[in-house]
Every structure is written in structure tokens, then in C-alpha cells.
């Protein structure tokens, strides 16, 4: 910069050509003929710089040295315009940047030092923010003689590190915070004193059937409505995030529990009326999960985080839709409890320690066994027995439940071709009983005969107990599996019959052979004319449709008699026998000595 101040001495402001120039010196011998090619060649980069390169005299009159001619790229003005008028210099300096111009020139020793980022108003109206490294002389008393510097238009970098920035912060699909920025914010609210705040966690109920429906790109543009609305409910000062599928956070700052109750409220309010998306609109409701982070606790983001999604989940565990539910210690007492719950389950999974209970299925007029039905069993270690329908939910919900079935399936299996090897049974059937999730699975039809097959038990021996519910919510996919399994010689019990809501003509197109009629239904039937009518229509119906009936939950003499006359020719329950070990199944068995 001190070569090119010195170059530009003499030269007439607006001499900007340096060819114009060069000619008079550019021949001359000796150092003088080098400093004229170094003046030249200066002359050269710096006009062809992006960056504007100047020197202004500020005294004894203001006035431009030299100004390069990107000087019309950066702010708009060409340089004969800044020799003109030297104050455009001065003026053009954002307004708000002003005084702190004033005050690094100031502050300024002559050395070059940091660079200072300085918004112009370019001609055009708009902004510019520039970075320049410049440098000051000064007089004897310290005054500003000259200023001689360059300035690089960043604008575009600024903006492209925003944006960046936004991009790394933000979700793509509906533009909300991410879970980065999330954290970001909570870890600023917990630092140190803070008042009280509410953190909450919203997932939209039975959106994954939603997404099934109507498919992933109109889903989408129901996320982003949903994420619209919610962002604008989401009260000043507060965070609206989004965070993985149809998770939503909101972090509500110098909030208590009193009045976070209205701010969740107005968050269920977003959904009354429909969610729309590529035109289409379905009745959403969402449940959420609220942690209060009382006054100066002190207590770690992830904690925090952790305590929504656990009141989230425990709502939602109960079905309940359209909900809320505050964290309490408890609660983390029960999650507690259920991971190792679940840690056990996992481990008796792998190792087989699942049992099971054979329950014989008896023909009321005969008192002969016509099959079994298996019940699966688990000693938790240390806690004793867990009932079988809490650890199938426990299954289900932690992705055990295919590789629990299997087990179950291949150790009845096995006993059941074993027995029939021995020929304790013949053409008596076991039914094992298939939840909802399990008819969920793509192969599961495939890896019942897999199974069966490798163990020798033929599929005419085996029946599946599938309920009403697991199968009407199942659809196209479930009924083709149980096809699959009919095709194949599998029989089909529709359990717990009478409790869901199946349609009855709906009936008659299922692939099945058998209603189980659930024992609420047998428990209310002596003694009430309404609950005996209700046991004959549905004896009648099954009758009808040429299906097999079976009554579940028989405990006394007078139901099987009044079942048996009813005409409900097979029974199971209490009364004919508890669920057995498979030893007990073999000494009931075998013929007598
Ligand atoms: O016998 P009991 O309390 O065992 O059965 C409770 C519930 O658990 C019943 O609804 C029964 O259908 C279910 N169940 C028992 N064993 C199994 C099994 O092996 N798989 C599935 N999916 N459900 C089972
Ligand atoms: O839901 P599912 O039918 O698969 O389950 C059968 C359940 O009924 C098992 O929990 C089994 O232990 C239970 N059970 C079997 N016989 C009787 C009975 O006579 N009375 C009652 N109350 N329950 C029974
Ligand atoms: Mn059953």
C-alpha cells in the first residue's frame, strides 16, 4: 500500500488507465525504470481487483488520491463520481455504523491493524457490508492526514454463512428450529439463574396410519401445515421446534406449570379443524408431554428433553388421544421399570426361558380333548410370574415380538410334533395365538410354515388365534397373510369373538373357521335371559356361516350344560382344566396303565 500511495503522488485524480501513464516512464533505465514497471504493475492488480482500492487525503482538504475502479461494483459510485465529490466517501457509510467509524479511526495507531467491517448504502439503495484492512497517517499533533486502504465487498459470503447457518439449524420440510437449535436455546435458559420454563413435546396421534393412507408426500405437506400452525401459535419469545417424523418441541421461557396449561391447550387448539395437505384434509389431534423446569434447578438439557418424551410416551401408551400429561418423578420411576422390564424380557427372549401353558379345548358332550391352546408364560427372574398380556405389549412395543412369536411358535411346535411322533395326539390341533403387530409382519404366513415344517408338525395339526381387532385394522395385508396360512392347511380362530367391532358381514369374506366366544360373554350368561340371547345369536351366526364355535372362560357345570344346548359343541376354561405344563398335557394323555 506504501509502494502504491507513493505511485499515485502526482498523478491527476482520475487517471485511472495505466497505459494512459506508463508510456512516460516505461522505458527509463536503472532503479528508476524498475520503480516506474512496479508502478505499472500495481497500477494493473489493482484496477482488476474485486476489491475497491483507495487513498484519501483528509487534510489539508478531503480529497481521493486514487480510487480503483471496482470502486462502481461495490457501492455504485464510478471513480470520477468519488473526485468529484470527496464527502460521498463519508456519507455513504451506514448510518448506524457512523460512530463507530468515527471511533476506530480514532482509537487508531498508523500500523495496519484488524480489519474493520464497515455497511455501506450502495447507490442502489441497499446495503453492503465490507471488510477493510486499512491504514492512518497522521501528522505530528496526531491527526488524520490520510487514510489508504481496501475494501472487500462481503455481503455475499455474510449471506451464504447465514444460510448455512439456517441450514444447519433448521428443518428442511417446514422450516421450524431443529433439534441443534433446540438444545442450543435450552442450554442458554438452564446456564446459570433462570426464571421457570416449560418444555413440551408433541407427537400427532396415529400419524403413521395417516402416512399409510394417504402417502408420504401429501403426508409431508400435512406436516408442514401442522408445523405452520403450530409456529404461529407458539406465543412470542417461545421456540417452536421440529424434531425427527412427527415429533414437535416448544420451549416456553419464564413459564410455570399454571400458566403452561392454557399454552398447551391452544397448542391442541391448532388441530380442530382439519390438517391439510395437496388439497386433502384429515382430522388430526396431537398428545403431548410437558417437563416444568422449576426456578435456578439445575438440571441437564438432555434430561429435560428426556423427561417430556417420557410423560409423551406414557400417555400415549395409554391410547389416550388428544392429550397432555406433566412429567412427575414417578414417571420416571415407571420408565424406569419398564426398560428393565423390557431388558429382562429381551434377555428371556434370547435364551428361551419363554414357557408354555397348554390349555385343553374339550367337547362339552364327550369330555374328549379336540386341542390345546398355548399360552405363552415368563418367570421374570426375581419378580415371578409377569402376566403374558402385559409382556406381549412390552413385546410388541420394543420390537420383540417377531422373534418372541417365533420361539413360541417353534417350542409348540416341536412339543406337538414330538407328542404326535409318540402318538399321544392324533388329529387333535394346538392354536397359538398371533397378536396385531405380528400380522403386521410381511413374512409372517412364511415363517409360521417355515417353522412348522422344519419342526415336522403338519399345518392340518396347527390352528392360528388371531382377534377380530388385529384383523379388521390389519387389512389387505393381514387377510392375505391368513389366506396364505389357509391355503397352506392352517385353521383360523377369530379370539375373543364379540368384543371388537367387526361388522358381521364382514364375516363371511375373512379366511376364517372358527369364533372363539369371548368369556365376558360366557361369565353373563347363566342367569340373564340378555346375556343367554346374546350366547345363541352368536352361537346361531357362527352356526350359519358354517364356522366352528368354541366358548373361552367355561368355570362351571351350568355353562357348559347351557353352552352345550345352545349348541356350542367345544369349551375351554377352568372347569375342564388350567393351563398345563407340557409334563401334565403328557400324563393327561397317556391311556391310564
Ligand atoms: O392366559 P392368559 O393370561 O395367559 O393370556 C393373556 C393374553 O395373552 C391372551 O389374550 C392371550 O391371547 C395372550 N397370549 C398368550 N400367549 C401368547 C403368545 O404366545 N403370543 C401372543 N401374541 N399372545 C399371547
Ligand atoms: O385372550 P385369550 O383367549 O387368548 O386368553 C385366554 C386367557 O384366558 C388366558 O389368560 C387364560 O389363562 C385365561 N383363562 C383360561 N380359562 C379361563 C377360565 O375358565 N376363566 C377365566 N377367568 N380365565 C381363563
Ligand atoms: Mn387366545
Known amino acids: 500500500m506504501a509502494l502504491l500511495s507513493l505511485s499515485m503522488q502526482g498523478q491527476e485524480p482520475g487517471a485511472n488507465h495505466p497505459d494512459a501513464e506508463g508510456s512516460k516512464t516505461a522505458d527509463r533505465p536503472g532503479p528508476a525504470g524498475q520503480v516506474a514497471r512496479l508502478e505499472r504493475h500495481l497500477l494493473l492488480l489493482s484496477e482488476h481487483l474485486r476489491d475497491m482500492v483507495y487513498r484519501f487525503e483528509c487534510w489539508p482538504e478531503p480529497r481521493f488520491d486514487y480510487v480503483s475502479s471496482s470502486s462502481v461494483s461495490i457501492a455504485g459510485y464510478t471513480p470520477e463520481e468519488h473526485y468529484a465529490n470527496p464527502s460521498l466517501f463519508l456519507d455513504f457509510i451506514h448510518p448506524d455504523d457512523q460512530d463507530m467509524v468515527a471511533a476506530a479511526l480514532a482509537d487508531r495507531a498508523e500500523d495496519v491493524g484488524d480489519p474493520l467491517v464497515v455497511r455501506w448504502i450502495h447507490k442502489d439503495g441497499n446495503p453492503v457490508v465490507t471488510e477493510q484492512h486499512y491504514r492512518l ?267 418372541l412369536g417365533d420361539h413360541v411358535l417353534f417350542t409348540v411346535a416341536r412339543q406337538f410334533a414330538r407328542w404326535r411322533a409318540a402318538g399321544l395326539i392324533d388329529r387333535q390341533r394346538v392354536s397359538v395365538n398371533v397378536s396385531r403387530l405380528q400380522l403386521e409382519l410381511p413374512d409372517l404366513a412364511e415363517s409360521v410354515l417355515e417353522i412348522i415344517s422344519a419342526v415336522g408338525l403338519p399345518p392340518t395339526n396347527l390352528t392360528v388365534e388371531v382377534t377380530e381387532t388385529a384383523v379388521m385394522d390389519g387389512g389387505n395385508v393381514a387377510t392375505a397373510q391368513l389366506e396364505q396360512l389357509v391355503q397352506a392347511g392352517v385353521r383360523i380362530s377369530l379370539d375373543d369373538f364379540g368384543t371388537g367391532y367387526s361388522s358381521l358381514g364382514s364375516l363371511r369374506d375373512l379366511p376364517v373357521h372358527e369364533l372363539k366366544i369371548d368369556r365376558s360373554f360366557v361369565a353373563e350368561m347363566v342367569g340373564s335371559t340378555a346375556g343367554t340371547a346374546i350366547c345363541s345369536a352368536m352361537i346361531a351366526l357362527g352356526t350359519g356361516l358354517g364356522l366352528d364355535l368354541i366358548a373361552e372362560g367355561v368355570e362351571t357345570e351350568d355353562q357348559s350344560r347351557l353352552l352345550g344346548d345352545l349348541g356350542c359343541p367345544v369349551g375351554q376354561g377352568w372347569l375342564f382344566s388350567r393351563p398345563l405344563v407340557a409334563a401334565d398335557v403328557v400324563a393327561l394323555l397317556a391311556p391310564a396303565p
Open 137 to 403: 497517517e497522521r501528522d505530528d499533533n496526531g491527526g488524520i492526514v490520510a487514510i489508504e486502504g481496501v475494501a472487500r465487498d462481503i455481503t455475499g459470503r455474510l449471506r451464504r454463512e447465514r444460510e448455512l447457518e439456517h441450514e444447519a439449524t433448521h428443518d428442511p420440510v417446514t422450516g421450524l428450529a431443529n433439534s441443534r437449535l433446540l438444545e442450543e436455546e435450552l442450554e442458554r435458559h438452564l446456564l446459570g439463574d433462570h426464571d421457570e420454563l416449560v418444555v413440551a413435546a408433541l407427537r400427532l396421534d396415529r400419524f403413521a396410519i395417516v402416512r399409510d393412507l394417504v402417502g408420504a408426500s401429501v403426508a409431508e405437506a400435512m406436516l408442514r401445515d401442522a408445523a405452520e400452525r403450530l409456529r404461529l401459535t407458539a406465543s412470542a419469545g417461545s421456540l417452536a421446534v421440529k424434531g425427527t417424523a412427527d415429533l414437535f418441541w416448544f420451549v416456553f421461557p419464564e413459564t410455570g406449570r399454571a400458566a403452561g396449561e392454557p399454552l398447551l391447550q391452544t397448542l391442541h387448539d391448532v388441530f380442530r379443524d382439519p390438517i391439510v395437505g395437496e388439497g386433502q384434509e384429515i382430522y388430526l389431534s396431537a398428545t403431548i408431554g410437558a417437563r416444568l423446569v422449576q426456578r435456578d434447578e439445575s438440571v441437564a438439557v438432555e434430561t429435560v428433553l428426556n423427561d417430556a418424551d417420557t410423560a409423551l410416551r406414557a400417555v400415549r401408551r395409554r391410547g389416550a388421544r388428544s392429550s397432555s400429561r406433566w412429567y412427575d418423578p414417578a414417571l420416571h420411576r415407571a420408565a424406569t421399570e419398564r426398560l428393565e422390564l423390557e431388558h429382562d424380557l429381551r434377555e428371556a427372549v434370547a435364551d428361551g426361558d419363554i414357557t408354555i401353558a397348554y390349555q385343553p379345548q374339550v367337547s362339552m358332550a364327550t369330555s374328549r380333548i379336540v386341542g390345546f391352546e398355548a399360552l405363552a408364560r415368563w418367570d421374570r427372574p426375581g419378580h415371578g410370574p409377569v402376566r403374558p398380556d402385559l409382556f406381549i405389549a412390552v413385546a410388541e412395543e420394543s420390537g420383540l415380538i417377531a422373534d
